[in-house]
């Protein structure tokens, strides 16, 4: 009797966290390089198995995967997120500084601690100390370190990734991918964070950059309003049978109490 009410419990905690996800993929629908989040569900012992194995053979996440329509998920934990890889679409803005990746990798910035994060957001901008930043004010990462552009009046960074100020080439943006970007952790907008999952980021290659445009997010609004009813519609049906269990054991209880 109790394991109904631990199902339907679970299955509404389940619901409520993909809720969690879905807001937080509209909210940032029209962020720059935000990269969306999907529910990687599992069974109470698959995730015990999980955690206790090393991360190998871990499956592709590159699309979203819908479950059917009122499907409650009895019975399943919301063990962790993993990020939509599929790319965004492509604005201009001719902002000689803004740059997109067309294909796969990550831009590479890095925070006043040091610590380097990773991006798909390329709107960048010189700022007063003359440095080339993102939009967080993170210093953007060439081969080298940080860029300067120092006093250069004239700077823009063309298609294959090199930064020019004043007609001479400076630095090459570093530009790195990862084995399995989907685990890659969510910081903030549209920044990221290495993951043991993910793998060790590596030297992306020979990546095309598309000049003065910005990637947008990849989130599909009308995808992300289809989860939202689902999960809506799957949190009423768990917190129904969670209801429905309760009676009965009442009257269960209400039995056997007379009978005694």
């Known amino acids: 009797m109790y394991r109904g009410i631990y199902a339907g419990a679970s299955a509404m905690l389940v619901q409520e966290k993909a809720l969690d996800v879905v807001a937080n993929n509209l909210a940032n629908a029209d962020s720059a390089g935000f990269r969306g ?17 090393s991360a190998q053979n871990i499956p592709d996440l590159s699309t979203p995967k819908v479950a059917p329509l009122g499907d409650a998920a009895l019975n399943v934990v919301l063990s962790e997120t993993a990020m939509m890889t599929r790319r965004g679409p492509i604005q201009v803005t001719d902002n000689p500084l803004d740059v997109a990746i067309d294909g796969e990798g990550f831009f590479v910035v890095q925070d006043a601690a040091g610590n380097a994060f990773y991006t798909r957001a390329g709107h960048f901008s010189k700022n007063a100390a003359g440095e080339l930043v993102n939009g967080d004010g993170m210093s953007v990462l060439g081969d080298g370190g940080p860029i300067a552009l120092g006093d250069a009046i004239s700077c823009f960074i063309d298609d294959q990734g090199q930064v020019v100020a004043d007609g001479e080439v400076i630095a090459q943006l ?3 991918a990862f084995e399995r970007p ?8 549209s920044l990221l964070a290495a993951t043991p999952q993910a793998g060790l980021p590596q030297p992306a290659g020979a990546v095309r950059l598309v000049r003065g445009a910005l990637e947008r997010a990849n ?9 939202m009813v689902e999960a809506n519609r799957a949190y009423e049906m768990a917190a129904r049978s969670v209801t429905i269990q309760d009676e009965a054991t009442g009257r269960l209880i209400s039995t056997f109490s007379r009978v005694g």
């Open 37 to 53: 989040r999907i529910n990687v569900n599992k069974s109470f012992p698959q995730l015990l198995v999980s955690r206790i194995e």
């Open 174 to 176: 570093q530009i790195v």
């Open 219 to 227: 989130v599909n609004v009308v995808e992300e309003m289809t989860a």
């Open 182 to 189: 989907a685990y890659l952790r969510q910081v903030g907008r």
